[in-house]
């Protein structure tokens, strides 16, 4: 705008001049004063002329060093994503770009109290899982309680964050990899497969994979990070199965930092029912050794295909309803030698179960469900005793402190100030869900 202001001002001056000139001439004819006149304007134009063509020179070569520039930007910042890609680092994304990708945010994978999982396809074509994280207190802390888990944190065993995205004082967005067969609480408890949650009946080699899996990507967490990440809240939908039936742990939403010199941290009761280790209950801090405990309880419930606590209601009489904590099932079959009775029935009609596996799983996961942390194993020493790396003894008499709770469950169902089995989750309340958590679940990153 500014050059062609210039030449229109230049081009009037020099219009003027000419103009200026053949006036003289007409009125001055040859005179002296005419060719002082005539000679001064000339000069002028002249100098007009000299300027155009400098500014046009130095306005081309301008046009060429801007040319070059953003090529050499646009060739900088191709790779610098390639590089932060490639590194893993997770990159900003424009709210526009997940709007798009998102569909303006239609297809819904799945809900819970402060955030939706999307499913969402890049402009590159890569699918991704865009997760929505609603509030501000709550919203934020999650937010950045996922980010310092997850975004430093490269392993084959744990979700990758690919990018965020953050509006002033509006949601914040973590995109995550989309992860196709869903969660582990599809494929270990019977439920009907529909289009949107695929499921069935994993195999028991499988399951034992997955196992190891999941330990592993928890003894990274514990042991391999520059800081040592909890992630407090482990259990089947938190666990994603991908297209090859590798395990990924996902949500880090209650994840927690400690130093390596911390033993312990307090922090406030959250997660969920059933996975809870006792010293949580008993507000004495999380260590690593809450982690192992929820790990364990997953492992049970992978051996026997159903929730570690259940209910049956007869009618609608509170009275007669009964109580069932696998892990005592398995503790009695076990003492009675009759172990197989307590894994799930579809594998044992289908046969091919290695009974050597499925009492070697058994132990683990006793040693893991300790109530005295101390006497659980690390999650390194997990990992060698699935492999089969070194022997397994069998676990000490523990006291099942849940048999008591449900117990005292049992005795008032009027939910006023008595302790309940409500207190394992962060809202106390009278009806106990076998699976419900205070937690938003990460599985809907899978294609459920």
Same mark, same amino acid.
């Given at each position: 705008?500014?050059?062609?202001?210039?030449?229109?001002?230049?081009v009037t001056i020099i219009i003027s001049l000419i103009i200026f000139i053949i006036v003289a001439r007409v009125s001055l004819k040859l005179s002296r004063a005419f060719f002082l006149i005539a000679g001064a304007d000339i000069a002028v134009i002249l100098a007009v002329f000299v300027c155009l063509v400098i500014r046009g020179r130095y306005h081309r070569r301008r046009k060429l060093l801007e040319k070059k520039l953003?090529?050499?930007?646009?060739?900088?910042?191709?790779?610098?994503?390639?590089? +932060?890609?490639?590194?893993?680092?997770?990159?900003?994304?424009?709210?526009?770009?997940?709007?798009?990708?998102?569909?303006?945010?239609?297809?819904?994978?799945?809900?819970?109290?402060?955030?939706?999982?999307?499913?969402?396809?890049?402009?590159?074509?890569?699918?991704?899982?865009?997760?929505?994280?609603?509030?501000?207190?709550?919203?934020?802390?999650?937010?950045?309680?996922?980010?310092?888990?997850?975004?430093?944190?490269?392993?084959?065993?744990?979700?990758?964050?690919? !990018?965020?995205?953050?509006?002033?004082?509006? #949601?914040?967005?973590?995109?995550?990899?989309?992860?196709?067969?869903?969660? @582990?609480?599809?494929?270990?408890?019977? +439920?009907?497969?529909?289009?949107?949650? #695929? $499921? $069935?009946?994993?195999?028991?080699?499988?399951?034992?994979?997955?196992?190891?899996?999941?330990?592993?990507?928890?003894?990274?967490?514990?042991?391999?990070?520059?800081?040592?990440? @909890?992630?407090?809240?482990?259990?089947?939908?938190?666990?994603?199965?991908?297209?090859?039936?590798?395990?990924?742990?996902?949500?880090?939403? @209650?994840?927690?930092?400690?130093?390596?010199?911390?033993?312990?941290?307090?922090?406030?009761? +959250?997660?969920?029912? $059933?996975?809870?280790? #006792?010293?949580?209950?008993?507000?004495?801090?999380?260590?690593?050794?809450?982690?192992?405990?929820?790990? !364990?309880?997953?492992?049970?419930?992978?051996?026997?295909?159903?929730?570690?606590?259940?209910?049956?209601?007869? !009618?609608?009489?509170?009275?007669?309803?009964?109580?069932?904590?696998?892990?005592?099932?398995?503790?009695?079959?076990?003492?009675?030698?009759?172990?197989?009775?307590?894994?799930?029935?579809?594998?044992?009609?289908?046969?091919?179960?290695?009974?050597?596996?499925?009492?070697?799983?058994?132990?683990?996961?006793?040693?893991?469900?300790?109530?005295?942390?101390?006497?659980?194993?690390?999650?390194?020493?997990?990992?060698?005793?699935?492999?089969?790396?070194?022997?397994?003894?069998?676990?000490?008499?523990?006291?099942?402190?849940?048999?008591?709770?449900?117990?005292?469950?049992?005795?008032?169902?009027?939910?006023?100030?008595? #302790?309940?089995?409500?207190?394992?989750?962060?809202?106390?309340?009278?009806?106990?869900p076998s699976s419900s958590s205070s937690s938003f679940s990460m599985s809907v990153l899978s294609g459920r």
């Amino acid at each position: 705008m500014e050059d062609k202001k210039a030449n229109i001002i230049a081009v009037t001056i020099i219009i003027s001049l000419i103009i200026f000139i053949i006036v003289a001439r007409v009125s001055l004819k040859l005179s002296r004063a005419f060719f002082l006149i005539a000679g001064a304007d000339i000069a002028v134009i002249l100098a007009v002329f000299v300027c155009l063509v400098i500014r046009g020179r130095y306005h081309r070569r301008r046009k060429l060093l801007e040319k070059k520039l953003v090529s050499e930007g646009r060739e900088l910042r191709i790779e610098y994503s390639f590089l +932060r890609k490639v590194a893993g680092v997770p990159i900003k994304f424009r709210h526009k770009e997940l709007e798009d990708a998102t569909d303006n945010f239609r297809a819904l994978l799945g809900q819970g109290a402060s955030a939706s999982v999307f499913k969402g396809i890049l402009s590159d074509g890569t699918s991704v899982a865009v997760k929505r994280i609603e509030g501000e207190e709550h919203g934020e802390k999650e937010f950045r309680s996922e980010v310092a888990a997850i975004a430093s944190v490269q392993h084959v065993n744990l979700v990758r964050l690919m !990018g965020y995205c953050c509006l002033p004082g509006g #949601p914040r967005f973590l995109v995550y990899e989309f992860i196709p067969n869903g969660s @582990l609480d599809c494929w270990i408890f019977s +439920r009907r497969e529909t289009r949107s949650r #695929p $499921g $069935g009946c994993l195999s028991w080699d499988l399951r034992y994979r997955v196992a190891i899996d999941v330990a592993k990507a928890l003894s990274y967490l514990h042991h391999d990070c520059r800081s040592r990440i @909890l992630h407090l809240d482990v259990k089947p939908e938190n666990i994603l199965l991908d297209e090859n039936f590798r395990a990924i742990v996902a949500d880090f939403g @209650l994840s927690k930092l400690i130093g390596k010199d911390e033993s312990r941290v307090i922090t406030t009761i +959250r997660g969920t029912r $059933g996975y809870l280790a #006792p010293e949580w209950l008993l507000e004495r801090g999380v260590s690593e050794k809450s982690d192992i405990y929820s790990y !364990g309880m997953v492992l049970l419930e992978m051996i026997g295909g159903r929730r570690n606590v259940s209910v049956i209601e007869n !009618g609608t009489d509170r009275s007669q309803r009964k109580w069932h904590y696998f892990p005592k099932i398995v503790r009695d079959k076990l003492r009675e030698g009759k172990l197989m009775e307590a894994v799930d029935h579809r594998l044992v009609e289908a046969e091919g179960i290695d009974e050597r596996q499925v009492k070697r799983m058994v132990y683990v996961a006793l040693w893991c469900i300790q109530e005295r942390a101390k006497l659980r194993p690390s999650m390194a020493q997990v990992v060698e005793m699935l492999e089969g790396r070194v022997p397994v003894d069998e676990p000490p008499e523990t006291q099942m402190l849940v048999v008591d709770l449900l117990s005292i469950d049992e005795e008032d169902s009027s939910c006023p100030d008595r #302790p309940r089995i409500g207190v394992m989750g962060s809202h106390a309340d009278c009806n106990l869900p076998s699976s419900s958590s205070s937690s938003f679940s990460m599985s809907v990153l899978s294609g459920r």
